[in-house]
């Protein structure tokens, strides 16, 4: 097996992320989307510990929880109100006041309101998660290889290879997990093409002291997600203007505007770290996954902002499908399903 990657694997979105995994939290856009998500959750600790085992990198996979913070007195009795939609969708929850939100995290403004607590969520290191995938890979004899170039080569039924700067490569499976690039793959026809646009995203990393802060915190649309090496992350914009991944003033203005909103006491810390990476957004929210019109041609891409949560679902998904497993699971993120509008929001609507 050889993994091709047009830059240094492991560092477009998997290394710009932030690592959440919060299937509760993030706004599933359908029944399918969130039972996938759970799956995903469920598998980490064994996913994480058979990587740490092969490799000795170990991705620091956490169960601290979410705590969804509210500023004012409306917005903690709209967390309130949205509980029960939690709980049903599996959300281990509690309501907090004042003084229990700041029990748990006391790092966060003296004055807010109260939170929504989510038990069962969780994060990883993503950048350590990489590195440990990378040294899988390679102790299993895969090859990795960085080419310019690549392109799928195919007849009318079926995939053929892959065509590089340095020649053909034969390949009776070829799975495209090429994220924000996934939609553009030089040789593919129209009928197997996904629809995979750039979702831009920026970020930034304050120094506190370890421990500080340990469960990931939510503020609307923005949140903060504490590390082991005293890093808190800070994020994320959400920016649709093509394959641009810069980091601007605006953006940084406002992540730390939230930032500060929640926790002022963070104003006398340092920014040790700015970035900014590319999602790869799918037209319904939810991933591709699976056979396309092209034979032996897969798909595993369009994760938008649970590419890291998804990653032990999707490789066992994937890998079962190569292996000649029937692809019935996979149905309701068939790439195939082109311009079908989702099922029902089970989303819990907090953004």
Same mark, same amino acid.
């Given at each position: 097996m050889? /993994?091709?990657?047009r830059?240094?694997?492991?560092?477009?979105?998997s290394?710009?992320?932030?690592?959440?995994?919060?299937?509760?939290?993030?706004?599933?856009?359908?029944?399918?989307?969130?039972?996938?998500?759970?799956?995903?959750?469920?598998?980490?600790?064994?996913? *994480?510990a058979?990587?740490?085992?092969?490799?000795g990198? %170990?991705?620091?996979?956490?169960?601290?929880?979410?705590? $969804?913070?509210?500023?004012?007195?409306?917005r903690l009795?709209?967390?309130?109100? $949205?509980?029960?939609?939690?709980?049903?969708?599996?959300?281990? /929850?509690?309501?907090?006041?004042?003084?229990?939100?700041?029990?748990r995290? &006391?790092?966060?403004?003296?004055?807010l309101?109260?939170?929504?607590? *989510?038990?069962?969520?969780?994060?990883?290191?993503?950048?350590?998660?990489?590195?440990?995938?990378?040294?899988?890979?390679?102790?299993?004899? *895969?090859?990795?290889?960085?080419?310019?170039?690549?392109?799928?080569?195919?007849d009318?039924?079926?995939?053929?290879?892959?065509?590089?700067a340095?020649?053909?490569?034969?390949?009776?499976? /070829?799975?495209?997990a090429?994220?924000?690039?996934?939609?553009?793959?030089?040789?593919i026809?129209d009928?197997?093409?996904?629809?995979?646009?750039?979702?831009?995203?920026q970020?930034?990393?304050?120094?506190? &002291?370890?421990?500080a802060?340990?469960?990931?915190?939510?503020?609307g649309?923005?949140?903060?997600?504490?590390?082991?090496?005293?890093?808190?992350l800070?994020?994320?914009?959400?920016?649709? $203007?093509?394959?641009?991944?810069?980091?601007?003033?605006?953006?940084?203005? %406002?992540?730390?505007?939230?930032?500060?909103?929640?926790? &002022?006491?963070?104003?006398?810390?340092? *920014?040790?770290?700015?970035w900014? @990476?590319?999602?790869p @957004?799918? $037209?319904?929210?939810?991933?591709y996954?699976?056979?396309?019109?092209?034979?032996?041609y897969?798909?595993?891409?369009?994760?938008?902002?649970n590419g890291i949560? !998804?990653?032990?679902?999707?490789a066992?998904?994937?890998?079962?499908?190569?292996?000649?497993?029937?692809?019935?699971?996979?149905? &309701?993120f068939?790439p195939?399903? @082109?311009?079908?509008?989702?099922?029902?929001?089970?989303?819990? @609507? !907090?953004s």
């Amino acid at each position: 097996m050889t /993994v091709y990657d047009r830059a240094e694997p492991a560092r477009a979105a998997s290394w710009a992320g932030a690592g959440m995994l919060a299937p509760f939290s993030e706004q599933m856009p359908d029944a399918a989307m969130l039972a996938l998500c759970r799956e995903s959750l469920a598998i980490y600790p064994e996913f *994480v510990a058979e990587l740490r085992e092969r490799t000795g990198v %170990d991705a620091r996979f956490r169960r601290d929880g979410t705590l $969804h913070v509210a500023l004012d007195g409306a917005r903690l009795a709209e967390l309130a109100a $949205h509980a029960e939609t939690f709980r049903a969708n599996g959300g281990e /929850v509690a309501v907090l006041d004042r003084g229990e939100a700041l029990a748990r995290e &006391p790092m966060l403004a003296k004055d807010l309101a109260g939170g929504l607590f *989510v038990a069962n969520e969780a994060q990883v290191d993503n950048r350590r998660l990489g590195r440990a995938l990378l040294a899988g890979c390679e102790s299993l004899g *895969v090859r990795i290889e960085r080419v310019d170039g690549l392109a799928v080569e195919c007849d009318s039924r079926r995939v053929r290879g892959l065509r590089t700067a340095y020649g053909f490569a034969s390949a009776p499976v /070829v799975v495209n997990a090429a994220g924000a690039w996934a939609g553009s793959l030089p040789g593919i026809p129209d009928a197997a093409r996904v629809r995979v646009r750039p979702v831009a995203g920026q970020m930034l990393a304050i120094a506190i &002291p370890r421990t500080a802060m340990r469960a990931l915190v939510w503020l609307g649309h923005r949140y903060l997600v504490p590390r082991d090496d005293g890093r808190l992350l800070v994020g994320a914009t959400v920016e649709e $203007h093509g394959f641009d991944a810069r980091v601007t003033a605006a953006g940084m203005h %406002d992540l730390l505007d939230a930032a500060l909103a929640v926790a &002022p006491s963070l104003a006398t810390f340092a *920014v040790v770290e700015t970035w900014a @990476g590319l999602r790869p @957004g799918s $037209h319904d929210g939810r991933p591709y996954l699976g056979a396309t019109a092209l034979d032996g041609y897969l798909v595993a891409c369009g994760h938008y902002r649970n590419g890291i949560l !998804l990653a032990p679902a999707t490789a066992r998904a994937i890998a079962e499908l190569v292996a000649g497993g029937p692809a019935d699971r996979l149905a &309701p993120f068939a790439p195939a399903r @082109g311009g079908t509008e989702p099922e029902p929001t089970v989303a819990n @609507g !907090l953004s």
